[in-house]
């Protein structure tokens, strides 16, 4: 078995991310988004719309993959220019999901890093995370030390929802989490 790792990731790997994203939504969002909106989440067309996202990384968007020891899929982050107007903040982390069964095992906090470590290394030296205020997964963000910013309400797939931006004002102690082995 080859080693798990993370790598930028690549046109090919649109199908696999889109299983993962469709998953994690799946098991995620029931109760905070509408059970219509979930049950009709296609992985065809998510794989469509990340192959062409994952063609246009030059914008801005940039994403990564991790990748297990049998070589699938099983976590993706997408980071890049703060797309809101949050002042200090010139990064974002759009994404960060990881399959199921891989949840807990590090591949959170080392993406993370490892988005860190990609915004810094184009002159970012701090970034924002926006996340629905009810979902869980945001404690997440507090245990690595995302401090909270704001609130805004969002519209989305019909329902009223309130998003909570998190933020990190130096960037650099949050890169090194990209170094942390796996853990298992
Ligand atoms: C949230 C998520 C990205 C975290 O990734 P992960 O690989 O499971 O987390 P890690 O194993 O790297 O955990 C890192 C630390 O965060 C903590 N943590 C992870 N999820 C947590 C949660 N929901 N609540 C509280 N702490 C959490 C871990 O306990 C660990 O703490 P430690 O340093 O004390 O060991 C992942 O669980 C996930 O994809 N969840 C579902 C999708 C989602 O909500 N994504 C975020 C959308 S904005």
Do not use: K
């Amino acid at each position: 078995m080859a080693a798990s790792h993370i790598r930028p990731a690549l046109p090919v790997d649109a199908a696999a991310i889109a299983r993962v994203h469709v998953e994690t939504w799946r098991t995620t969002y029931p109760g905070i988004l509408p059970d219509r909106y979930l049950v009709n989440l296609s992985p065809a067309a998510y794989a469509r719309r990340w192959s062409v996202l994952l063609g246009q990384e030059r914008r801005g968007r940039r994403t990564f993959v991790g990748v297990d020891g049998r070589g699938d899929v099983v976590a993706f982050a997408s980071c890049g220019p703060q797309r809101t107007a949050l002042s200090g903040y010139g990064g974002e982390f759009y994404a960060i999901y990881v399959a199921g069964e891989a949840q807990g095992q590090g591949w959170g906090r080392r993406l993370l890093g490892a988005m860190a470590q990609d915004l810094l290394d184009v002159g970012v030296p701090a970034a924002v995370v926006w996340v629905l205020r009810d979902n869980p997964s945001r404690w997440f963000y507090e245990r690595l030390g995302g401090q909270r910013l704001a609130e805004q309400p969002i519209s989305f797939a019909g329902a009223r929802l309130t998003e909570t931006a998190y933020g990190w004002t130096d960037l650099i102690p949050l890169s090194r989490l990209a170094a942390d082995p796996p853990v298992g």
